[in-house]
């Protein structure tokens, strides 16, 4: 997501735990994503992400809100 309900953050940042049903499947969706070289990002919450996919997924190391 790029805009973090919780915390109003507006980066790409990887969903709480606890608003998701399947943490593992939604982390490994986004190394995939990560893999393409789309240049953008579709996401559920927030404004469309047009930096790429792979800069994207970093939030990956940030990990969850």
């Avoid at 969706?29 to 990560?34: M, N, P, S, Y």
């Avoid at 990002?41 to 790429?52: A, D, M, Q, S």
């Amino acid at each position: 997501m790029t805009l973090d309900p919780y915390t109003a953050h507006t980066a790409p940042k990887i969903v709480a735990g606890a608003a998701t049903a399947d943490s593992v499947r939604n982390l490994e969706t986004l190394d995939a994503l990560g893999e393409t070289e789309a240049a953008t990002v579709l996401t559920g919450h927030g404004p469309t992400w047009r930096e790429g996919a792979a800069q994207a997924a970093r939030a990956r190391a940030a990990g969850p809100s």
